[in-house]
C-alpha cells in the first residue's frame, strides 16, 4: 500500500533562518507530488507541485522554493524564514496522469513557527 | 472574492442530526473534492467527484456542475465526525473548512 511521510512534524525557527521540510512517498512511482500551506484561519493554499524529477511548478511567489531530488522525494526549502512563513505544510501525492482530477493523499503536517 | 466558498463556516449538532455543508465554487472543475481535517491537522479525502451523487457509509456528496455548487450530507451524524471539513475545486482552489462540532 502507499503511505506518504513528512517531516519534521513541528519546528520553531527564528526569523532568517532556513528551512528544509522533507516529504517521501512509498508504494507508487512517479506520483504527483503538491506542498500546500495552512496559515491560521486560512484555507489550503498550492505553494508547489510537480509531475517529475526536476518538474517543479510555483503557484505562488514567495519565500518558499521546492524541489524533487528523486522521484518520490519533495523538499520544501527557505534560505531566510519570515514571521509569515509560520503555518501548517502539508505534503501530498496523488496519481500521475489523473491531472487535477487525482485523489489526494496527504502527509501528516509539518508545523512551522517562526518567531 | 473566493474562488470556493463554503457555509455555514462553524455548525453544531447534535448526535444523530443530519448535517449538510454547502460549497460554491466559481471556477471551471475536473473535479470537486471534500476533505476532512482532524483536530490534530491530517487531512483525508473523503470524495472526489465531476458529476452527481456519491455515498460512502453515512456520507453523501452531491454536485450541480450548472449551478457550480456541492453539498456534504452526513446522516445519523456522531461525535467522531467533529472536524473541519474542507472543499476544493480541482486541486488548487480550497474552502475556508467548516468546522462541525457534534455532541453526545
Known amino acids: 500500500s502507499q503511505t506518504i511521510h513528512q517531516w519534521p512534524a513541528t519546528l520553531v525557527q527564528p526569523v532568517g533562518s532556513p528551512l528544509s521540510l522533507e516529504c517521501t512517498v512509498e508504494g507508487t512511482s512517479n506520483p504527483n507530488l503538491y506542498w500546500y500551506r495552512q496559515a491560521a484561519g486560512r484555507g489550503l493554499q498550492l505553494l508547489f507541485y510537480s509531475v517529475g524529477i526536476g518538474q517543479i511548478s510555483s503557484e505562488v511567489p514567495q519565500n518558499l522554493s521546492a524541489s524533487r531530488p528523486q522521484d518520490r522525494q519533495f523538499i520544501l526549502s527557505s534560505k531566510k524564514l519570515l514571521l509569515s512563513d509560520s503555518g501548517f505544510y502539508l505534503c501530498a501525492w496523488s496519481v500521475l496522469g489523473t491531472g487535477v482530477s487525482g485523489e489526494l493523499f496527504f502527509g501528516e503536517g509539518s508545523r512551522l513557527t517562526v518567531l | 472574492k473566493n474562488e470556493v466558498e463554503q457555509s455555514p463556516q462553524n455548525l453544531t449538532a447534535q448526535e444523530g442530526e443530519f448535517i449538510t455543508i454547502n460549497c460554491s465554487y466559481s471556477?471551471?472543475?475536473?473535479?470537486l473534492h471534500w476533505l476532512q481535517q482532524h483536530p490534530g491537522g491530517g487531512i483525508v479525502s473523503l470524495f472526489m467527484l465531476s458529476s452527481g451523487k456519491k455515498k460512502h457509509g453515512r456520507l453523501i456528496a452531491t454536485i450541480n456542475i450548472q449551478e457550480k455548487h456541492s453539498s456534504l450530507h452526513i446522516t445519523a451524524s456522531h461525535p467522531r465526525d467533529s472536524a473541519v471539513y474542507i472543499c476544493?475545486?480541482?486541486?488548487?482552489?480550497f474552502g475556508t473548512g467548516t468546522s462541525l462540532t457534534v455532541i453526545p
Open positions: 471556477v471551471g472543475i475536473s473535479a
Open positions: 476544493a475545486a480541482n486541486q488548487f482552489y
